[in-house]
């Protein structure tokens, strides 16, 4: 029988759920039966995220009660079920497998991470949905499909919003595994940064800015090396920071991943440890993709605004993701920095600066990520993505009642 509890709200309680209540089928039949007599229906995973993706007028659904399974095949590895990253990590260390890359906190889910372009950092690294090799969906009538690169709808079906159906399992690309050196700088010049961000952000395998938009000493260049090479940022001015590390003004209590050591891939490159809370807890997350060449002038546009936006800011964080050919990935096409806003939870300040900082990427053709706080309209979000209209036309065609829709799909797809 299925069980029930109430939505809630999001991970950092900014959006609280207008669904009327959770379904919690334990099995993949009970599943279909629910989807089956749904009229409309979205996933919960880990509520990592920060406006209404996920909600409903009416119920949601969540995995967490369905079996999990991870088989690991030659170079991939099939998820079923809610399944973290930090769960999955390890896993594939012991049989010798990796990523090619992870988020900033492991504690997400890989089929929610992978569905909203969720991603890391690194000049050769695509997000983590780039790593899909299969997606088996299930559809409103409950008939569960696989959709690899050889189906006309994988473009659409690896970064999809759940808008065709309930990701209930995934296939990522492995790798050997491999050890990482990280460590955190600060006193490396702003100008270095923004002037050539492919040497920067090209200098390890993933490399991560901190920044404050006006403090220098708040400033902090985080690299995460393979070869253990991090003299690079020594001859740019960079000091290690040591065991006190402070990401802008987010409180940072012992969660953070060790630095100054090797080890292996799934330890060191998020930045915060599987076993703690991670960054702030307490805050709104905004995030825009511009392309990696506009980057010097992107930068200092939003440099430009920086007295609006300190008295909201915690800290912002630079990346940089590969291109890839997800239709809705914000990094389709084109290799782009993502400029990461961490704010401070209050909805109604948080709301006042984005306008601005919109505004100022415009020319940029600045994405926005999927699951965080935004204010573009749906036109300018569908200006930039080129395979939009078949995306749509996917959907329509895979959900035709309607069932997986919602008001922040019909928003911004204008589905």
Same mark, same amino acid.
């Given at each position: 029988?299925? $069980? ?40 919960? =995973?880990?509520?990592?995220? +920060? ?18 399974? *991870? ?28 990523? /090619? ?17 969720? /991603? ?27 959709v690899d690169p050889s189906h006309e709808w994988f473009g659409a079906a690896a970064l999809s919003l759940g808008a065709l159906g309930i990701v209930t399992a995934v296939e990522l690309q492995t790798e050997p595994t491999y050890t990482v050196t990280q460590e955190a700088f ?52 960079? $000091? ?92 389709? $096409? ?34 926005? /990520? ?15 993505? =080129?395979? *939009? ?14 069932? +997986? ?11």
């Open positions: 029988m299925t $069980q029930t509890r109430a939505a809630g709200a999001t991970w950092s309680g900014n959006h609280r759920y207008h669904a009327i209540e959770v379904l919690l089928p334990g099995d993949l039949d009970e599943l279909a039966e629910v989807v089956a007599s749904a009229r409309t229906l979205r996933v919960q =995973a880990t509520r990592h995220t +920060f406006n209404d993706i996920a909600d409903s007028d009416a119920a949601l659904v969540s995995l967490e009660r369905l079996p999990t399974r *991870v088989e690991i095949g030659g170079d991939r590895v099939r998820v079923e079920g809610l399944v973290t990253f930090a769960e999955l990590a390890p896993v594939l260390e012991a049989q010798g497998r990796a990523l /090619h890359n992870l988020g900033s906190l492991p504690h997400i889910s890989v089929t929610g991470a992978t569905a909203t372009g969720t /991603h890391g950092s690194g000049l050769r690294n695509g997000n983590l949905s780039s790593a899909l090799r299969a997606v088996e969906i299930m559809d409103a009538d409950g008939r569960t499909h696989r600060t006193g490396v010049g702003w100008d270095d940064i923004a002037a050539d961000p492919a040497r920067v952000f090209g200098g390890a395998r993933s490399v991560s800015v901190f920044t404050t938009w006006g403090d220098p000493a708040h400033d902090l260049v985080w690299a995460k090396s393979d070869d253990g090479d991090l003299s690079w940022v020594a001859a740019l001015g960079g $000091q290690p920071v040591g065991d006190d590390i402070h990401l802008g003004r987010i409180r940072t209590v012992d969660n953070t991943t060790p630095r100054g050591s090797s080890g292996p891939w799934h330890t060191r490159l998020p930045h915060f440890r599987a076993d703690a809370l991670p960054s702030d807890g307490d805050e709104i997350q905004s995030e825009y993709f511009v392309p990696l060449a506009s980057a010097p002038e992107a930068l200092a546009a939003v440099r430009a605004l920086a007295p609006v936006i300190d008295p909201h800011l915690l800290v912002t964080e630079l990346r940089t993701v590969a291109a890839d050919e997800l239709w809705l990935s914000p990094a389709f $096409q084109r290799d782009v920095m993502a400029i990461h806003f961490t704010w401070r939870n209050d909805t109604d300040g948080v709301l006042s600066v984005l306008p601005a900082i919109e505004q100022a990427l415009a020319r940029f053709d600045a994405r926005p /990520h999927w699951g965080k706080a935004f204010t573009l309209s749906g036109e300018q979000i569908r200006s930039t993505l =080129a395979r *939009v209209d078949d995306f749509v036309s996917v959907a329509r065609e895979a959900d035709p009642r309607g069932v +997986f829709r919602n008001d922040y799909l019909r928003r911004t797809l204008g589905l």
